[in-house]
């Protein structure tokens, strides 16, 4: 066989962070801005007591707060009760976050909506503040009433544990298949963009390792900044990060009943300068920092999926329109057929041109090219002959790059996805029981 | 735990072929219908001598021709040119089908379209007919062009081999991962449908493992009648049919590039007779037919599906459009979530409440019923406690039935698909390195 080595690689670019301008925090995370202080105990949803089940995450001051929650129409009690909290009374402000791990609270009726409210007047008891500005967070199994004794005992244990440097501990205590904690944080100066000799910082943690398909937030996060942004700016700007980091991760095509992201603005790094307005230098910056920070966290997500050893970036350009784009990458990002392919290390570019084929998107088959790993597999719908062996050495990549051109337009788009392997249907196959 | 014994299960009904009327033929295949021969051989696509790779279907005399087709883009040369002689050319009559296993002829380009007209014109010379009134399709690896030295020899010998019996063999061809064949064959009176001393039969063969989620067809399926039945109504007859039969399976969600479906219909049961008239018994009862002959090889393609130890049957009922409920039940069925439980032998419900959610259907939580194995495990939107070890006794059957009634109208339907195993991905992850 030859290899018809003058091929040019599609490079198509995007998918990693950009973090041209920021600074990234080393193991920065939700308590890297200031004005934020957060913890992670083991209050007793878990039974191994070495592991941590309850985050909470505060406000030192009412703080801006942003949300989006999942489309699922069986969405959690917990969703329902913050989402009303939100949008309802606090208009957007909020000065705290529950999160426990180990049950869901989903498909638990009204009983689990007095439990929703019932962990929130515990914690506005905590700390202080009104009910309704206390965000709430459940992950776990499906189908099962909280025990509220665990938050009577535990949410005081995790307000004495609150710390300016608790944030690694919150991002533990969330965390339910996930292997290794979720957390990125970066900061930017002030000084070119009207806020001289301020230094703003956002930072996050997030997790989620299964049921992962988010459709408007993904399956939990927390996110918090010192820099001063009033509540409408920050849903915009929250709304418009989600679209392009969580809402276009996939472990396995299934969007979770709790999907919750929240964004908390303090403004403590800028405390008597005017809110960041619109169409401002400084707001564009903050959008640009929140984009890496979310591109970040939804990276991880996938990279740590049930099962995952590979980090799967799905690029598609070429395609006639936005939504065409995404219907070809969403197609090959979750084809069991791709995935295991990956798992196996072959570079089957068959399935990804089926997945693509299938997916809605319109092209004429004899104007794609695919590219894995960089390598030449697809051009004008036809093999390109590769190297097995120079694909055998990039499969020991941490990460797996599918580019895509439809040869259809202009339009493209980037998803993450992680490989199918045995362990997940190990640990799916055996969750519950 | 209390077991509320008093619940009535949903029963909803239906996803079992429906043989009312009907005779089953033990052992029935694409050749028990009069007018049919067929064979299958070994001609080399594949290396083991032992295993059948080329199959060969002929009427004895020109026969009316349906046919519906993948919608994948990305669709391999044989659908290409089968389409164009059927549609373009023959006008809805074919003497002869031919499969090969091993090789897909998929995005091979002009050099592909050339050896699939090849195909036909050796066919054609065996055979007797023009090349136009031969069918044929291919099944297996995507962008490896045909050896044609194998249909040279391959396709003599096929047609020396063409039996009346011959149907098992065929079926054997055409498998890849397939572990078993999937045939069947009915029969029906035609002395209360106007066709006295008459018996019609129809019978067919399919084959699909992987890469199963047809769109307008199945991976491969040839059906043979020797009712009279002209092709503007066969092809009526068979798109309805695949409607509720082909187009309702899914193993992984990824539509083939080489799906096809073929119906023959020799009229040899009544040659001196007028055809089956639009609205008439005659033709009521032939659709009966084929609706149980199509559910039951696509029931046998759905067990069958790779790495599969069980068959799910997901009945949606209670949707708010014919849509919804196909939503609902698709997202269910191809939920990896759910695969996985079932094959862990967890009676999951909260996946299956989370992927009817996630589906788009329009509904309540609180009017939601779902009933696993014919167990009640939630109604009202909340639990129903069920016996565990009832559950796991139940999950010893070979088929799996998931009841969902999303309580939003009274739209409903039925799909089949199986569980998501180990064995799955490694043959996914082994293909075919």
Redesign the interface.
């Known amino acids: 066989m030859q290899y018809e080595t003058d091929i040019e690689p599609l490079n198509l670019g995007g998918g990693s962070p950009d973090y041209s301008g920021l600074s990234v925090i080393e193991g920065g995370g939700a308590t890297s801005a200031s004005g934020f202080r957060a913890s992670g105990v083991h209050a007793g949803f878990r039974k191994d007591p070495g592991r941590l089940d309850l985050a909470l995450l505060v406000a030192d001051e009412p703080a801006a707060c942003a949300a989006t929650f999942t ?5 959690a009690a917990p969703v329902t009760v913050s989402r009303e909290h939100l949008d309802g009374v606090s208009y957007g402000t909020a000065r705290a976050l529950v999160v426990n791990s180990g049950t ?1 609270n ?4 009204s009983v689990g909506i007095q439990s929703a409210h019932r962990t929130a007047e515990i914690v506005s008891e905590a700390v202080g503040c009104p009910a309704t500005e206390v965000m709430i967070a459940s992950t776990g ?3 099962q009433q909280l025990d509220m004794s665990i938050f009577e005992t535990g949410v005081p244990q995790a307000f004495a544990a609150l710390s300016e440097n608790g944030g690694a501990d919150a991002a533990r205590a969330i965390m339910t298949t996930d292997t290794r904690p979720k957390e990125c944080a970066v900061s930017f100066s002030g000084d070119a963009i009207g806020y001289p000799g301020c230094i703003f910082t956002i930072g996050g943690m997030a997790k989620g390792a ?2 992962i ?1 988010p ?1 408007m937030a993904t399956m939990i996060s927390a996110i918090t900044t010192d820099a001063p942004v009033a509540p409408d700016m920050l849903h915009a700007a929250l709304t418009d990060a989600v679209a392009t980091s969580f809402n276009k991760i996939t472990v ?6 709790n999907d919750c992201c929240f964004l908390f603005a303090s403004g403590a790094a800028a405390p008597d300068a005017v809110p960041f307005e619109a169409g401002s230098p400084a707001l564009e910056q903050f959008q640009h920092a929140l984009h890496a920070v979310c591109d970040t966290l939804a990276r991880g997500m996938a990279a740590d999926g049930e099962g995952a050893t590979r980090l799967i970036t799905v690029r598609v350009a070429g395609a006639a329109t936005d939504a065409q784009a995404d219907m070809a990458a969403r197609a090959i990002a ?4 791709v995935k ?2 990956i ?4 570079a ?4 990804i ?6 997916s809605g ?6 104007d ?1 090219s695919i590219d894995i790993m960089g390598m030449p597999v ?1 051009r ?4 390109v002959p590769f190297s ?1 062996e120079e694909a055998l050495r990039r499969f020991e990549r941490p990460e797996i790059d599918i580019d895509v051109d439809l040869g259809a337009g202009t339009a493209r788009t980037v998803m993450w996805t992680c490989d ?3 362990e ?10």
Chains 1, 2 share one sequence.
């Open positions: 489309q699922n129409v069986f969405c869901a989903a498909a638990t009726g199994v499906i189908g299964g049921m398909m459709n396995d095509s299934d969007t979770s009943t979750n084809s069991p057929l295991t392919a798992f196996g290390h072959d089957n570019w068959g399935r041109a089926g997945a693509a084929g299938r998107a319109q092209f004429c088959q004899e794609v697809l004008a719908g036809l093999p097995e199918f392997s045995h997940y249907v190990t640990i799916n196959g055996d969750y519950r029981t």
